[in-house]
């Protein structure tokens, strides 16, 4: 195997890799910095590469490395489904028993996250990957369901 060959103490390129193992690249080095700006203004961001360059395993690192009383990350993959069904997955994600109309599974989440950072004073974190395959009618929603106090907090 390559890893005796080249005198290593384990396989650097698996997924299993653990974050501490990572190589800080210059680019990861960068993307942590934009992903703390976005901690810190409580923003939305989007990350974008080619398939395969780490961007999954940059978010799992930064995911991990959140302080578990100050934040909580939810990690959300699936991308292909109807605004209905992003809804009540995003509600089981924080915890919820999915109502049943688009209305009220929205009051919910809105309703869940706000109750997570007013009252517990932990920031959730949401994490949707693979976003780019969504359908236009769940990225207008994205936009609606992360603004709180008519538009003037994220």
């Known amino acids: 195997m390559f890893t005796q ?3 290593l103490k384990f396989n650097p390129f698996t997924k299993e890799i653990p974050i501490d193992k990572l190589f800080l690249s210059k680019n990861l080095e960068e993307l942590t910095s934009r ?3 976005l ?3 409580r923003g939305i961001g989007l990350i974008i590469g080619e398939a395969g360059t780490g961007k999954t395993t940059a978010l799992r690192q930064y995911a991990q490395s959140l302080n578990p009383a100050l934040f ?5 993959p699936l991308a292909t489904v109807t605004v209905q069904e992003f809804y009540r997955g995003l ?6 028993e999915p109502k049943h109309k688009k209305v009220d599974l929205f009051r919910q989440i ?14 959730p974190v949401i994490i949707l990957d693979e976003i780019h395959m969504a ?11 992360f603004n709180f106090n008519m538009d003037s907090e994220n």
């Open 72 to 76: 909580q990350s939810f990690y959300f």
């Open 39 to 41: 901690q810190k203004a």
């Open 135 to 145: 359908s236009n009618k769940l990225l207008e929603d994205l936009r609606i369901i």
């Open 35 to 37: 992903l703390m700006y």
């Open 110 to 123: 809105q309703s869940a996250i706000g109750s997570m950072y007013y009252e517990r004073r932990v920031t």
């Open 91 to 96: 509600a089981l994600e924080l915890g919820e």
């Open 5 to 7: 060959f080249f005198n």
